[in-house]
């Protein structure tokens, strides 16, 4: 029955999709073509999570997600998002340090910093700053697509004259309306109380659907939702990073990796006799600060020897492992899950599968890296997928190990020209950067759903491998499903409240009526 309803929610999500595509195209595009830009037309056609982001932020309704869209994609162009980039903003403007991306939350988002106080209103710079936040907010968008964003206000020492309400809401609208579900939520920190009333207008304009998504928090309170290793000195954090510019922050990646790193075998022990050969630069990646704190990064690539006896044991190795749901369509390989890899603390929970699949007509090379290679096994990591096939990578927790919000894995995928799967080593030193695809998985760590379990334990549901593993998913869907009843129910609640509201104020009316009547027909 779980299944059922599974299979007919994504299906209502598919016809979802196709009706906003369709309607989009037949009352937005047909005569006004002119207002997008034509990449974002084309990606809306072509990109799933993209329909389904619009979709979501608006609960599902396809009127209001196109109204999203219209104005979205009418911004995009305005702006030129698409060609947005380094050489087309100020220089003075990354020299300022204003705005920047670095560090995480607790819960793994990126951490997007506004210092106010560097921030002076000024009408003849205030379309530029404008590019230069769409084009931070475009280049994480490219290279970490589908994961949110935390802004963090840092008003420390900052006055009226640092408040600019045009650059505020335009900040917002970026959130509510041009980057669908990209908002985690937005710390104001250290506001001070001159500027309540200000704020107060601002939370007016994030609207129902973002207000709980925004927190003010004092310097010592901000540690509720930020590590005091993300955090500077003036807000009791430890992190030593000062901004500066060039190079742009997480952008200066200089992380040794192991192309040829060490073997792990299936009883999760390690090999030790592998050794690094080289170093290499890991570009357009938003995973760690290594300006700051450099972390080592071995990202693991099985051998060939390994990879020949895991062919004969597919089906064991992938015994037990978590199924993935979704799927990211790219240009050469479709990669299941679209997004996250989901692993819990139970030992049915440390397994998870990735599904590549060979969409080309050619053969394609493969190989999966992790930025925490101590945590994780990856097999097999590199090889290649015949033309309309598919592999399955099996992603394993060592044993004591356990998952994080900030981990993270890079599929990274090139088409093959009649070369053997011996020459894959000299193959990726070869092949140009800009022929490679990258897709990146984040890790997605499962709360406890033992409680909800016992409820169950004398369903005729089968809790054997496979049936736990599909509970525990259709569990995490009817969490997810609960919320949106629950928005849903919070807005019925306010309209309910507006209509008695309104009855009340038509009654009263009424009675006033009456008397006036009764005092004119007395005086009469």
Request: aromatic share 8%; proline share 5%; glycine share 6%.
């Amino acid at each position: 029955m779980a299944e059922l309803d599974q299979h007919e929610g994504e299906q209502d999500l598919e016809k979802k999709i196709e009706e906003t595509r369709q309607r989009f195209k037949n009352e937005l595009l047909q005569d006004s073509a002119d207002k997008y830009d034509s990449r974002d037309t084309e990606r809306l056609q072509t990109d799933d999570a993209l329909v389904e982001g619009y979709l979501t932020w608006r609960l599902y309704v396809v009127d209001d997600a196109l109204k999203m869209i219209d104005e979205s994609l009418q911004w995009r162009k305005e702006f030129g998002v698409n060609d947005v980039s380094e050489s087309t903003i100020p220089r003075w403007m990354f020299e300022t340090g204003a705005v920047y991306l670095h560090g995480y939350d607790k819960e793994g988002n990126k951490l997007f910093w506004f210092k106010v106080k560097l921030h002076i209103k000024d009408a003849k710079t205030i379309l530029d700053k404008k590019k230069y936040v769409a084009f931070w907010l475009e280049r994480y968008a490219k290279k970490e697509p589908g994961m949110p964003l935390t802004v963090v206000f840092d008003m420390s020492e900052s006055g009226l004259s640092n408040i600019d309400m045009e650059f505020v809401k335009y900040i917002i609208n970026c959130f509510k309306v041009y980057y669908p579900k990209f908002l985690s939520k937005m710390i104001i920190v250290d506001m001070p109380w001159i500027m309540n009333a200000a704020w107060k207008i601002v939370k007016s304009w994030l609207g129902p659907e973002a207000i709980s998504k925004l927190k003010f928090a004092s310097k010592s309170e901000v540690q509720t939702f930020i590590g005091p290793e993300y955090l500077p000195p003036h807000m009791g954090g430890t992190d030593p990073f000062k901004y500066s510019y060039p190079p742009l922050p997480d952008d200066d990646f200089q992380t040794p990796i192991c192309d040829n790193g060490p073997i792990v075998s299936e009883d999760e022990t390690e090999s030790k006799e592998g050794e690094m050969e080289g170093k290499e630069t890991l570009e357009s990646s938003f995973n760690s600060e290594v300006a700051v704190k450099p972390k080592k990064v071995n990202f693991l690539e099985d051998s060939l020897r390994a990879e020949d006896n895991d062919k004969g044991d597919t089906s064991a190795r992938t015994k037990g492992a978590r199924k993935p749901l979704t799927t990211f369509k790219g240009p050469l390989l479709d990669v299941s899950p679209a997004e996250e890899l989901s692993f819990g603390s139970g030992e049915m929970e440390k397994k998870c599968l990735i599904i590549l699949s060979n969409v080309t007509k050619n053969q394609v090379a493969f190989k999966v890296r992790t930025t925490a290679p101590e945590k994780y096994r990856v097999k097999p990591s590199s090889s290649c997928c015949e033309p309309g096939a598919s592999v399955d990578i099996v992603v394993s927790l060592h044993g004591g190990s356990q998952a994080s919000p900030q981990d993270r894995f890079l599929v990274m995928a090139a088409e093959m020209d009649n070369v053997g799967s011996q020459e894959l080593a000299q193959f990726w030193k070869e092949i140009p950067k800009n022929k490679i695809m990258e897709h990146r998985l984040r890790c997605h760590v499962l709360e406890s759903v033992k409680p909800t379990m016992s409820l169950l334990r004398d369903s005729p549901v089968d809790t054997g491998t496979s049936g736990q593993q599909e509970l525990n998913t259709v569990l995490m869907r009817m969490m997810a499903s609960n919320l949106r009843m629950e928005q849903k129910l919070s807005t019925c609640l306010w309209v309910q409240k507006v209509l008695i509201g309104l009855v009340l104020v038509l009654m009263v009316l009424n009675l006033l009526c009456l008397y006036l009547l009764g005092t004119a027909q007395r005086t009469s």
